[in-house]
């Protein structure tokens, strides 16, 4: 298993920031990827930002030009700097990890962390 663990979350105005983070736990899997997803009240999950172990980075429209993925692959941990913060980015950010291991893919979650955005 790999444990999927998120930091971070909490309530700030709009047009503020915050930035989440995810440790990565749990040995014999190799992570190809990692991401962000987000689901508000009612509606259903969706990709915020992913980043794959070569750095390779793609954001959902929506967070264009307002968060930053990035990771540090020494200490198994992902970040999303979230900046310009609107009330509909209000939702519970959940941390995903593709992995391989003994040629089988899975797929990870952690358990969310909640970021409301008041206006």
């Known amino acids: 298993q790999v444990q999927l663990v998120e930091s971070g979350g909490g309530l700030v105005q709009a047009g503020g920031s915050l930035r989440l983070s995810c440790v990565a736990s749990g040995s014999s899997f190799s992570i190809y990827s990692m991401g962000w997803y987000r689901q508000a009240p009612g509606k259903q999950r969706e990709l915020v930002a992913r980043i794959t172990n070569a750095g390779i980075t793609n954001y959902a429209d929506s967070v264009k030009g307002r968060f930053t993925i990035s990771g540090d692959n020494a200490k198994n941990t992902m970040y999303v700097q979230m900046d310009s913060l609107k009330p509909e980015d209000t939702a519970v950010y959940y941390c995903?990890?593709?992995?391989?291991?003994?040629?089988?893919?899975?797929?990870?979650w952690g358990q969310g962390t909640q970021v409301t955005v008041s206006s």
């Open positions: 995903n990890a593709q992995a391989g291991r003994k040629g089988y893919d899975y797929t990870f």
